[in-house]
């Protein structure tokens, strides 16, 4: 079977209600629902900067064959003094999933990133079950730096999280 088309673009007011449901529908973003969000600031970020700031940003995931938007792609600075990085999280609606897009659309995130912003560093953080979300990073690129003991508050009780990064010089897989 030959590889779906992704490729992304900015987000567009139409695009907000994909953003409002991963607010406001228990378990639709996956693992990283963590109760009920104001799906009124979705608007209000939009109105601010289209979901493209300095500090951090959105691109809508579009795929072929007729590039629906099947989901987004997000970073957010990382860092310590002027060692400024990027960490990425990627959410695709569940009709799109398990299709190659997502380790696809995060090593293009890789590539974005490293190509218009100096960074050395791309972090993602993930869950200790989300296999298809630890595969996609191995394949986009990543490498497993370790287990990030009692990381997050979610569904009753403290967490560990699994943190994988990307440097510079590593190999893309595009
Ligand atoms: C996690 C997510 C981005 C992965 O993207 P995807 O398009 O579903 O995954 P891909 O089709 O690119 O698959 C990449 C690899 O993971 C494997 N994989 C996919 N789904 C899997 C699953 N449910 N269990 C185990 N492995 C899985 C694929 O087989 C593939 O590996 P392979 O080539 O060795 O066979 C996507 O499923 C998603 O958006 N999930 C909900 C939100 C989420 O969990 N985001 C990450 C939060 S940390």
């Given amino acids: 079977m030959a590889d779906i088309e992704v490729r992304f673009r900015p987000v567009v007011e139409a695009d907000l209600a994909m953003f409002r449901r991963f607010a406001v ?3 639709l973003i996956g693992l990283d629902w963590v109760g009920y969000k104001d799906p009124g600031a979705v608007s209000r970020r939009f109105a601010t900067d289209s979901y ?63 190509e218009h912003t100096p960074a050395q560093r791309i972090q993602a953080g993930t869950h200790p079950e989300n296999l298809a979300e630890q595969r996609s990073l191995e394949k986009a690129g990543f490498r497993l730096e370790g287990v990030i003991r009692a990381a997050e508050w979610r569904a009753g009780r403290w967490r560990d999280g699994h943190l994988y990064s990307r440097l510079r010089d590593d190999p893309s897989p595009l």
């Fill in 25 to 27: 529908e228990p378990g």
């Fill in 52 to 114: 493209l700031s300095a500090e951090d940003g959105r691109l809508m995931v579009e795929a072929g064959p007729d590039f629906d938007a099947a989901g987004l792609v997000s970073w957010r600075v990382v860092g310590y003094g002027v060692a400024k990085g990027w960490e990425i999280g990627i959410a695709l609606l569940p009709e799109w999933r398990g299709r190659g897009i997502g380790w696809r659309a995060q090593a293009m995130l890789c590539d974005y990133l490293f």
